[in-house]
């Protein structure tokens, strides 16, 4: 047959879009960063029994408040102590857990709760879209930290419940890029064809549409893992997050506060390794999205 | 083609209309869109039925009605003489696939050409991965790519290489009809009469029944065996393709053909030269739809909307043709 020789003159050219993605996220320092930092973080996180010198709820009250070694302190707490004498650098580690574990999950609920919203008002449009943009623009008529500050006081501060207040409020943007997107996506040809051949519409949506929007969820998942993770912070600084002596990272700062202008280092710790986390997990979405976004050009 | 009492047609619309409803600003009332509007046609099998018209006239909607992924405002759609409200959607998928226009929008570019072209296997579950394997290298073949590009991605593919994998998607279930939406019209014009050909010999090899939409009347010439024109959302003329080529009877058909006469026809919309621009389909003129542009325009066209006449094999929807008129003034 003559049909093969038409097209055997046009080669198949160029790299495989996997192999374009390698070469650009290796060409992309800012994602790397993020990757590094965030992944340093997280086995921090994991090994911190292993990685801790002291145990971090372990008070010793003829040891408060000893200065960081580079302030003069001693290697037998190289971060100093607190104003109970718990080693620093043990909380610092211990807080790192806290951190991930309240940005992680709730990211994973409000990403669950957002994407499910948004897809389905995207792909299914008419009242289910109606539906979804009411709820989108009464959370967007809450105050976060309010409505927070509100639920925490009633219920109580503790690690789950922040998870849950933070999960069940910070969908809203998870549903609004995830609408869009999908808006965007299911109206190619692909999707068509896709039901056309008798795709379910399950299918279609986690085979044919989820894998050309997951870019777009990542970066927001970065997003508001970050969000999370510094409202955390704020809750904690405020007395309304995850109670004492739990070592986070905020609650660090704020017990910190009352000694800030005689040892500083109380708060600037704890508050470097918080910018630190946040300004990783934010370049990393960054660079995520440059990485992911020319594919969608072509 | 008509032997009395043969086999029902592979394909049949009986007065199918489908009204959009639109809402025009914030608050604005609903107005109704008459996109398809009474469309009755049928295709024995092996027929290739051209249906041409102006963009925005409503052939891809009636594609999309015909695939079943639209339904229908009123009437009923046959294939094999059932209709097709009353088929599975994953019945008549097996019977009637479609090819669309756009080859760098129809296929995911997420997934392989493996996975892209297999895609209709998996989903009826026909056959192991093995086997489906063997098929996707088949139909390669038989659409002209070597077997290698299995693994690649569509960003890797020019679009007539694109198209030929859309081909292959629509053909590896062996279905009765295929639905053509502009196969070519996003191609380059050396790649056009590449696909065009290729679709021809699948045709033949594999006895399929085409409906090939097009706005351009050049490109159904050579292969479509019946030809329909339409003109918002009716079909205005219809015809075998010769016969609609020597002796076109409605007005807005030899317009189209004029075109077509054009030097470059293969560029983009034909340029109809019908002057007045194609209307607002919302709020479509009294009478004849086309009597704003229509050259032989005549007192009655204003106001009273022409009725189809046939002869046979030729049918057209025009006053100059009507009952009433008498005479044709061809
Ligand atoms: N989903 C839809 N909602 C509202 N109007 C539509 C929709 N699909 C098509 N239309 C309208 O129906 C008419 C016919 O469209 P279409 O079938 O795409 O025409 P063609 O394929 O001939 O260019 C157009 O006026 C278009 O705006
Ligand atoms: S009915 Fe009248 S206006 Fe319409 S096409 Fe025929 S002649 Fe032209
Ligand atoms: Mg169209």
Redesign the interface.
């Known amino acids: 047959m003559t049909r093969t020789a038409d097209t055997l003159l046009e080669e198949i050219q160029g790299p495989t879009p996997g192999q374009m993605l390698r070469k650009r996220v290796f060409g992309h320092q800012g994602l790397l960063f993020g990757v590094a930092v965030l992944g340093l973080l997280l086995l921090v996180a994991i090994f911190a029994p292993l990685l801790a010198p002291h145990d971090p709820y372990a008070q010793d009250l003829l040891a408060r408040m000893q200065p960081p070694v580079f302030l003069g302190g001693s290697w037998e707490h190289p971060l100093g102590t607190d104003h109970l004498g718990r080693d620093y650098l043990s909380r610092l580690i211990y807080g790192a857990r806290i951190s991930l574990l309240i940005g992680g999950f709730a990211a994973l609920i409000s990403g669950l709760i957002g994407t499910a919203m948004g897809v389905a008002a995207g792909y299914f449009g008419g009242r289910v879209d109606m539906a979804v943009t009411f709820l989108i623009n009464v959370r967007l008529a809450m105050p976060v930290v309010l409505v927070a500050l509100a639920i925490v006081a009633v219920f109580g501060g503790s690690l789950q419940v922040v998870i849950l207040v933070l999960g069940f409020l910070l969908w809203d943007r998870f549903a609004v890029v995830m609408r869009s997107s999908t808006l965007q996506v299911r109206s190619r040809e692909y999707v068509t064809a896709a039901q056309a051949i008798g795709c379910s519409t399950s299918r279609v949506i986690l085979s044919e549409i989820m894998p050309n929007i997951v870019n777009n969820l990542i970066v927001v998942v970065t997003l508001e893992m970050a969000h999370a993770i510094l409202l955390e912070a704020a809750l904690s600084f405020l007395g309304l997050g995850v109670q004492p002596p739990t070592p986070s990272w905020g609650l660090m700062v704020s017990e910190g506060k009352q000694m800030m202008l005689f040892e500083p280092w109380l708060v600037a710790i704890p508050g470097i390794t918080l910018f630190v986390l946040v300004l990783a997990i934010n370049l990393l979405g960054d660079g995520l999205r440059d990485v992911t976004a020319p594919e969608n050009r072509s | 083609m008509s032997e009395g009492n043969a086999s029902p047609p592979v394909l049949e619309l009986r007065n199918v209309s489908k009204t959009y409803q639109i809402k025009q600003g914030m608050f604005g009332e609903r107005k109704p869109l008459k996109a398809v509007n009474d469309v009755s046609l049928s295709l024995q099998r092996g027929d290739v039925l051209g249906l041409v018209g102006e963009s925005g006239c409503g052939k891809s909607t009636l594609a999309?009605i015909l695939?079943?992924?639209e339904a229908p405002t009123s009437g009923e759609v046959l294939v094999d003489g059932e209709p097709i409200g009353a088929q599975n959607?994953?019945l008549?998928?097996?019977r009637?696939?479609?090819i669309?226009?756009?080859p760098?929008?129809?296929?995911?570019?997420?997934?392989s050409i493996r996975d892209i072209i297999s895609?209709?296997l998996r989903?009826?579950g026909i056959g192991d991965s093995a086997s489906q394997d063997k098929a996707v290298r088949e139909i390669l073949?038989?659409?002209?790519?070597?077997s290698?590009?299995m693994?690649?991605?569509p960003?890797?593919?020019?679009g007539?290489?694109r198209q030929?994998v859309?081909i292959a998607?629509a053909l590896i279930m062996k279905p009765e009809v295929v639905v053509c939406d502009e196969p070519t019209s996003a191609l380059d014009v050396s790649v056009q009469s590449?696909i065009l050909n290729?679709l021809g010999?699948l045709r033949r090899e594999f006895g399929l029944t085409y409906l090939f939409i097009s706005h351009n009347l050049a490109v159904v010439e050579h292969l479509a065996t019946r030809v329909a024109v339409m003109y918002l959302g009716r079909i205005v003329e219809e015809a075998p393709v010769g016969a609609l080529f020597d002796e076109p009877r409605h007005p807005y058909t030899e317009a189209l053909l004029a075109s077509v006469l054009t030097p470059e026809p293969d560029l983009g919309v034909p340029d109809t030269h019908l002057g007045a621009t194609y209307p607002n389909p919302i709020e479509p003129p009294t009478g004849c739809h086309f009597h704003p542009r229509c050259a032989r325009v005549m007192e009655r066209c204003k106001g009273v909307a022409p009725q189809l006449t046939s002869d046979g094999e030729h049918s057209v929807e025009c006053h100059l043709y009507g009952q009433e008129s008498g005479q044709a003034v061809a």
């Open positions: 999309k695939l079943g992924l959607r994953r008549l998928a097996r009637i696939q479609p669309f226009q756009d760098y929008s129809s296929l995911n570019p997420r997934k895609l209709p989903v009826h073949d038989v659409v002209g790519l070597p290698r590009v693994n690649s991605y960003s890797q593919m020019s007539g290489q030929r859309a998607r590449q290729l010999e």
